[in-house]
């Protein structure tokens, strides 16, 4: 059974870090591409980051680069989203998504993603 699992949300204040992470299974990791995506209430969904699985390649928001880092580990079969200087306007669901293949087109980051998470809230308040 295909499943992707976040964890690592929760409420931190203004210029804080969290680390989110996204454990995957049913699947071989190193064959998919993962996506991170978030949410706020009355917002409409946002890609945030991407990681391909071909060769690595990331991508970035306009809103989150130079302040998030994607990674992935195949051994751990799991990806990270690692959120440093973190702002109000981080706050929201967020959840990790996959396909074999994905390529993770900064125009369509949904494109290929097959299997979704259920999603982990981060909460960014002083």
């Known amino acids: 059974q295909v499943q992707l699992v976040e964890s690592g949300g929760g409420l931190v204040q203004p210029g804080g870090s969290l680390r989110l992470s996204c454990v995957a299974s049913?699947?071989?990791?190193?064959?998919?591409?993962i996506g991170w995506f978030r949410q706020a209430p009355g917002k409409e969904d946002e890609g945030v980051s991407c990681?391909?699985?071909?060769?690595?390649?990331?991508y970035y928001s306009d809103s989150v680069k130079g302040r998030f880092t994607i990674s992935r580990d195949n051994a751990k079969n799991t990806v990270y989203l690692q959120m440093n200087s973190l702002k109000p306007e981080d706050t929201g669901n967020y959840y990790c998504?996959?396909?074999?293949?994905?390529?993770?087109?900064?125009?369509?980051?949904?494109?290929?993603?097959?299997?979704w998470g259920k999603g982990t809230l981060v909460t960014v308040s002083s």
């Open positions: 998504a996959g396909g074999r293949g994905a390529p993770c087109d900064p125009s369509r980051m949904a494109n290929g993603m097959d299997y």
């Open positions: 990681i391909s699985a071909s060769d690595g390649r990331t």
């Open positions: 049913g699947f071989p990791l190193d064959y998919f591409g």
